[in-house]
């Protein structure tokens, strides 16, 4: 209790100290967008924290050319008629100099067009898709599409693991049809073959006859490309028929709740990251232990990547020098190697990023880096 | 791989077919459908994940767990979507039914959060293999339970005096009250053991796919809906039929089109069948 009290003390002086000094500059206001409510509020929470917590980072150190942030955070559900919405009124709004968010593809497709017109940044932490960034020059995404990531699990499962033949599940979305679709291509590019491809609709709990059919093709092994929760149930009623074979996916399966669903079933899953709770950089770890001491909770990747996107802006809006909106815009473009805790960002001509992708298994319950 | 398929349609099957007869016993009495059977199945589930979590590991515990808050469910559902409701169009109980399944969702949701909780495996070994095709006990235990229940409710409906007066009261509630039968009792009672079978095969279905969330109850109550509609919604047996052809076609389609198909060719299928047999499997003609 003293403790805190102390600690809110200093806040308060700490900021109150800030205004003095710089009283005449206005704050630099940013608009957040994320599903706080809903299915996707688990991530929604997580962007608010992370990019909350980047923004007491940036004000303790004195702000940016002298001025401080402010964010005022939007609630879209999920929903894109809601996240359009949002981005209605963040033009509207004259002080709000960029956005970030949304989570989902379709939220933040669906609200590009407005930022587009309004000539205001979009910077989606989480955005996949490939046609998101190319749509408009003010938008930008940090993750990388899946044409990035699949080829380093195509690479991982022929040279790696020498596997020559596949059987792919996946679920039947957007992203799970764009994900199926450059695993496939990249891993028969590099001489392996996939046998058999099965698709599964959202909500669906019972895979055994999928399992079962997609094992008489006798596959070396298992692409499944889903998010954790249902990989967690296949793996589950896999390992009870008593198929044993090596399983990967892309990185959405990286999460602790995949091992607390999945039990001893997802043991020896392989799947690549571009951020690792357990990576030994200081910086990844300086803001590991800060999350958890702050939220009680250990982030996820997706929570590192709305870290990454406020520092990001920050940084930007640096180099650029003043804070405009067109000199941001294209400072921000054309970033090069920033150090990112998700890895390097250097943006694409279409403002994509190119990761750079380690592979961790699951080993024991716990998630391991594969050297 | 033909005899796997069919077992994994039998296990599915046996989780229709209990949902289905949940659906035959409201309609039974009343001509209703309680469209928020598939979520007081969702809240047997978590009742049965809080005992496994918090109290005993024992399964029996929990499937009388997921019972009991399937009963309470399916109680005050009928004192409010049905009691209080009585003389007004049939149309308001039903859209109340469907505000009670939002309700308990977003309830379930508020209560324990949207992300997936994990169920602990039970009687998961391979009790016989013949001819490749594995078996559990657990599938084994399912089917088991599903044709018990059968054989309980139809002995409870044409072998007792309780049985006979919800006979009554479901061919003419009016003639039944003035012969003296307590009719609100009766028809409470047979929306509370439509929840509580609705619970219990909940808490088997957390048990069977090792997991739990608010949102697993709306495909379950749409297909066994459906079981209890292509069976012939009046007939319990008819209720057990229609969940096993109706998991034994979705799992062979799988086997013989392609699992992006399974809904689409297992219910072309059933809207054939119900073309030419409109009452059902086992259902018999009555006037609606």
Redesign the interface.
């Known amino acids: 209790m003293r403790n805190s009290l102390i600690a809110l003390i200093g806040t308060v002086l700490v900021a109150g100290s800030g205004l003095t000094a710089r009283a005449d500059a206005p704050p630099i206001h940013i608009a957040l967008t994320a599903p706080i409510t809903g299915d996707y509020a688990e991530y929604g929470v997580n962007f608010k924290r992370s990019v909350e917590m980047g923004i007491d980072e940036i004000n303790a150190a004195g702000g940016v050319l002298g001025r401080k942030f402010t964010l005022s955070v939007g609630d879209s559900k999920g929903d894109p008629k809601e996240s359009a919405t949002l981005a209605q009124k963040w033009v509207s709004d004259s002080t709000i100099f960029a956005q970030i968010g949304d989570f989902t593809s379709t939220c933040c497709m669906a609200s590009q067009p407005i930022y587009n017109r309004a000539g205001m940044i979009q910077l989606s932490p989480t955005a996949s898709h490939t046609k998101f960034a190319p749509g408009s020059k003010w938008s930008f995404s940090i993750v990388g599409t899946q044409a990035f990531e699949q080829p380093v699990m195509a690479a991982l499962a022929t040279q790696k693991l020498k596997l020559k033949t596949m059987a792919v599940l996946y679920i039947n979305n957007d992203w799970g049809m764009d994900t199926q679709k450059f695993f496939k291509e990249n891993f028969e590019k590099d001489g392996g073959k996939v046998v058999a491809t099965e698709s599964f609709f959202q909500g669906d709990k019972d895979f055994n006859a999928v399992l079962t059919k997609l094992k008489q093709s006798k596959p070396d092994a298992l692409f499944v490309a889903t998010m954790y929760n249902d990989c967690a149930m296949i793996s589950q009623q896999r390992e009870k028929m008593g198929w044993n074979l090596p399983v990967l996916g892309p990185s959405s399966l990286y999460s602790t709740q995949l091992v607390q669903l999945g039990g001893t079933s997802v043991n020896g899953l392989y799947t690549d990251v571009s951020f690792f709770t357990k990576d030994p950089d200081p910086r990844i770890q300086a803001y590991v232990n800060g999350f958890k001491k702050k939220y009680g909770a250990e982030p996820n990747f997706h929570a590192a990547l709305a870290y990454d996107s406020i520092h990001l802006l920050a940084d930007a809006i640096q180099r650029a020098g003043a804070v405009d909106k067109n000199k941001v815009r294209d400072t921000l473009a054309a970033t090069k190697g920033y150090k990112a805790l998700t890895g390097n960002i250097t943006f694409t001509p279409d403002r994509d990023a190119i990761k750079t992708y380690k592979i961790v298994q699951v080993v024991n319950g716990d998630f391991q880096l594969v050297k | 791989?033909f005899l796997?398929?069919l077992i994994?349609?039998l296990?599915?099957g046996s989780l229709f077919a209990l949902i289905a007869i949940s659906f035959s016993l409201v309609w039974g009495l009343l001509k209703m459908v309680n469209f928020a059977l598939g979520e007081v199945y969702m809240l047997g589930a978590y009742a049965g994940w809080l005992v496994v979590m918090h109290v005993t590991p024992n399964l029996a515990v929990a499937l009388a767990a997921g019972f009991f808050a399937g009963w309470a469910a399916g109680w005050l559902i009928e004192k409010v979507a049905f009691k209080a409701m009585r003389g007004v169009p049939h149309i308001a109980s039903l859209v109340c039914t469907i505000g009670f399944s939002f309700f308990l969702k977003e309830m379930a949701t508020w209560m324990f959060g949207?992300?997936?909780?994990?169920m602990p495996?039970y009687y998961?070994k391979?009790a016989f293999t013949i001819a490749e095709a594995?078996v559990?006990w657990l599938q084994l235990l399912m089917v088991g339970i599903a044709v018990t229940m059968m054989i309980l409710l139809q002995v409870l409906f044409y072998r007792t005096r309780i049985g006979l007066a919800t006979r009554a009261v479901a061919l003419d509630f009016r003639t039944a009250s003035l012969m003296g039968m307590k009719v609100d009792k009766i028809t409470s009672l047979a929306f509370s053991l439509s929840g509580a079978l609705a619970g219990f095969v909940g808490v088997l279905?957390a048990i069977y796919?090792?997991?739990v969330?608010p949102?697993?109850g709306?495909?379950a109550g749409l297909k066994g809906f459906t079981a209890a509609v292509f069976g012939g919604i009046t007939s319990i047996p008819g209720a057990i039929l229609g969940g096993y052809l109706l998991g034994g076609l979705?799992?062979l389609s799988?086997?013989f089109v392609?699992?992006?198909y399974?809904?689409l060719v297992s219910y072309i299928i059933l809207i054939i069948f119900l073309l030419f047999r409109p009452n059902g499997i086992l259902g018999k003609k009555t006037k609606l």
């Open positions: 791989m796997q398929q994994n349609g296990a599915q949207a992300e997936t909780k994990a495996s998961a391979t594995n559990s279905a796919y090792n997991a969330n949102s697993m709306f495909v979705e799992n799988v086997q392609s699992s992006g399974r809904d």
